[in-house]
């Protein structure tokens, strides 16, 4: 389990999801994925609460289906 308030890079989020970076913002903007914190003017993370809890929620539906 992760900390509350650790931050993960797209590259961590890709590891972890197995989703593509294009994917990954793609579904920021339709807004299906946790949208990410901006760091600075060209850095951003993701809190790995949120995608973990974005994971969990994947493996609950396909229990649902």
């Not at 509350?4 to 990954?24: D, Q, Y």
């Not at 793609?26 to 760091?39: D, E, I, N, S, T």
């Amino acid at each position: 389990m992760n900390a509350p308030h650790k931050l993960l890079t797209i590259r961590e989020v890709v590891a972890a999801t197995r989703l593509s970076k294009p994917t990954i913002y793609k579904m920021v903007r339709a807004g299906k994925f946790p949208r990410q914190v901006r760091l600075a003017e060209q850095r951003v993370a993701w809190l790995a609460a949120e995608i973990d809890g974005w994971i969990a929620e994947q493996a609950a539906t396909r229990c649902r289906a």
